[in-house]
């Protein structure tokens, strides 16, 4: 027996496989957006800094 709701014998959840698809397809649209969002902040944190990138690397590592 399972403890999670839904889930068929094998303890998956039984999603639908046109659900996956979709959920498939959405993840793969959203990571090149979370990639530039990660750079954008990162840009700004460089920028706020008011120095080089190397420079506050050196500094947290």
Known sequence: MTDVIGADDDGLLGIC???QELNRALAQ???PLEGGVARLKSCRIFRQS???PEVLSKTVN
Do not use: M
Request: proline share 11%; aromatic share 0%; net charge neutral.
């Open 50 to 52: 008011g120095c080089s």
């Open 17 to 19: 496989p046109s659900d």
């Open 29 to 31: 649209a959203r990571t």
